[in-house]
């Protein structure tokens, strides 16, 4: 027991001394921490919160007790593990007490999971979790380029695994490396490695900066007990490895460590040094197979010069001489010109033969000339005196003419013209024809002997036919006094027209 010295004397009538709150809180602090100096507890966490200032708050539980706790903002960073509601564990630290609200608490130094077991059931609940939305599935893994360009590594700037990878890309293949440097346990962790992963995938785009952007990327750490690599097994960790458009090696931990990380990329190294072989190729490899390939071409080339200069050879030796076959084509040329002489000679003398028969067949033009004398004067006969003039004057033209081109020539034109004015006299006779008079409303009268002439040569029962402009009417004479009856309708009377000299008489 902590002795009070300072406390006042027994008031009268009692032997308790008097003491103030603060002297009862300050001797219960000084006791729980003399007594408890450094604990270890195990209980469940209840009620987790953060403080805005970085503070975790929570209580330890067990079925019968409960304990407050807190963890200060600079010990929170390194505890290893994040806290949850429900999670038990194994707090290690000092008790003290909280005079302003007169509790204990234990101030929290380390913190650790109830042992392995309780570790791994929560690391396979969430493996279940996540496969069963298919971040771990097959089809999402993507295969990883033959020769990046530039390669991203998320790791710690200062350990030795960043050396490592250096140093074996350098021995393989060097290339562009662009390092993110992240904590790789420990409060703020897995963002830190997410937030990695995520900016790696911006680089290239247009908000980012003018960074190139990696072909593929290396998610990187030693190697450490479960509790050191928990970070990689955080949620926010797997998603963004799922997530990444870039292709994605995770090398956490040494061969035998296991974390989520490794199910949601694309490829797993059993330790960084085997991530950044797989990443390039071997350069001293890659030039010696360039060099056999070189090699195997230039033999395969040489072998085929070879197999084709022995063909033309071959076909060399199997073809004639040039000049003879010059000699011969020329020969050969000769005999087809000479040929072709001939053929064309004796077509030519076809063609000359044939033109004598078609002339020979062909009337003499003076022959034409009579044939178009005699059409002539047939036409002339049957127009009458007109024509006949105007073909004895075409005669008398053409016989001024002599024969041949100035004929030839002429006699169309002659022709044209004799037509022409065969045209005109046929229209001076068709205006001056009895038809035209018909179509005026006169008839033409006719007997069984020809045209009647005037009404003395009709006689009672003498058959008429009777021409209009529209046709013919039968009818039956009733001779010049009337008396007898018409076969057909008497046409009305109609004034008479004194007949002109010429023409074909009067007209009933």
Avoid at 79 to 88: C, F, I, T
Avoid at 198 to 204: P, Q, T
Avoid at 205 to 225: K, M, Q
Avoid at 382 to 396: F, H, M, N, T
Wanted: aromatic share 4%; hydrophobic share 40%; with cysteine.
């Amino acid at each position: 027991m902590t002795d009070i010295s300072d406390a006042d004397p027994p008031a009268a009538g009692t032997n308790l001394p008097e003491y103030s709150v603060s002297e009862v809180s300050q001797a219960v602090k000084r006791t729980l921490e003399s007594t408890f100096d450094r604990v270890r507890i195990r209980g469940e966490i209840s009620g987790f919160k953060r403080a805005a200032s970085g503070h975790l708050y929570m209580a330890l539980k067990d079925d019968k007790a409960v304990l407050d706790g807190v963890c200060w903002r600079g010990v929170a960073g390194k505890l290893g593990l994040r806290p949850e509601d429900g999670m038990e564990v194994i707090v290690s630290g000092r008790i003290t007490s909280y005079p302003g609200r007169s509790k204990y608490q234990i101030v929290i130094d380390a913190m650790e999971l109830a042992g392995e077991g309780a570790l791994l059931k929560l690391l396979e609940d969430r493996r279940r979790k996540l496969m069963a939305e298919g971040l771990f599935a097959a089809e999402r893994k993507r295969p990883l380029p033959y020769l990046p360009q530039v390669i991203g590594v998320v790791t710690s700037p200062t350990g030795a695994v960043i050396r490592d990878i250096l140093h074996r890309l350098a021995d393989r293949f060097p290339r562009h490396v662009l390092v993110w440097p992240v904590l790789v346990q420990g409060e703020g962790a897995a963002e830190q490695i997410a937030a990695a992963i995520a900016g790696f995938n911006r680089l290239g785009t247009a908000e980012s900066s003018g960074a190139p952007r990696p072909d593929v990327l290396i998610v990187a750490r030693g190697g450490g007990s479960l509790e050191d690599l928990w970070a990689f097994n955080e949620e926010v960790v797997v998603r963004a490895a799922a997530a990444s458009e870039i292709p994605l090696i995770s090398a956490v931990g040494h061969e035998t460590d296991t974390t989520l990380i490794d199910f949601a990329s694309d490829r797993r190294a059993p330790t960084p040094t085997a991530a950044a072989e797989m990443a390039v190729p071997v350069r001293r490899d890659l030039l010696a197979e360039l060099a056999e390939l070189e090699r195997r071409m230039l033999a395969a080339g040489g072998r085929l010069l070879d197999e084709r200069r022995t063909l033309v050879e071959g076909l060399g030796r199997g073809l004639p001489e040039p000049k003879r076959l010059i000699e011969e084509m020329s020969q050969r040329l000769d005999e087809r010109g000479e040929r072709l002489a001939n053929a064309m000679q004796s077509h030519l003398q076809g063609l000359t033969a044939e033109v004598g028969r078609l002339q020979a067949a062909l009337p003499h033009p003076r022959q034409q000339l009579n044939f178009a004398k005699e059409r002539l004067a047939a036409e002339a006969d049957r127009l009458g005196g007109v024509g006949r003039r105007a073909l004895r004057s075409a005669d008398e033209d053409l016989a001024r003419l002599d024969a041949g081109r100035r004929l030839r020539d002429f006699c169309g034109r002659a022709l044209g013209d004799a037509r022409g004015e065969l045209e005109a006299l046929a229209r001076v006779l068709d205006s001056v024809s009895y038809q035209n008079v018909l179509q005026r409303g006169f008839a033409v009268v006719r007997g069984p002997d020809g045209l009647v002439a005037g009404a003395a040569a009709v006689t009672p029962g003498l058959a008429l036919d009777i021409e209009f402009g529209d046709g013919h009417a039968a009818a039956v004479g009733v001779g010049a006094g009337g008396g007898a009856k018409s076969a057909a309708p008497r046409a009305p009377a109609r004034p008479k027209r004194k007949p002109d000299d010429g023409s074909q008489g009067s007209l009933l």
